[in-house]
């Protein structure tokens, strides 16, 4: 017999805490590994930012079990600590996916 999983749990969301709990659970489940990424991506991703003058780009990086994207323009490229500040948003560079221009 096949399981309905969350399905079966949904009728019960009358109370306010069953329904955090059952958003978190869905939550949780949808959480993916960290993407692993090939040489030839990080030497992409290290030729563009090292190369960078300032134009508009798009970084996609991995954060609390989900791949987010911020685009804006470069304020900080910090190689001691190993952060990229974007948009006031501070990346750490070894969860970084994917950098492209827009």
């Known amino acids: 017999m096949k399981e309905r999983g969350i399905k079966k749990w949904l009728a019960y969301k009358s109370l ?6 059952l ?10 590994a960290k993407p692993l990424i090939s ?3 990080a030497e992409e991703i290290n030729s563009l930012l090292t190369s960078y003058h ?5 970084i996609r990086f991995f954060h609390d079990g989900f791949i987010k994207e911020s685009r804006g323009v470069i304020t900080r490229i910090d190689t001691f600590y190993n952060f990229i500040k ?3 948003i501070s ?4 969860s ?3 950098v ?3």
Do not use: H, L, P, T
């Open 54 to 58: 300032g134009e508009m780009v798009a």
């Open 86 to 88: 974007i948009s006031d």
């Open 91 to 94: 990346i750490s560079m070894s």
């Open 100 to 102: 492209y221009d827009c």
């Open 16 to 21: 306010s805490e069953q329904e955090k709990y």
């Open 23 to 32: 958003e978190n659970m869905q939550r949780e489940k949808s959480k993916i």
């Open 39 to 41: 040489e030839n991506k």
């Open 96 to 98: 970084i996916v994917d």
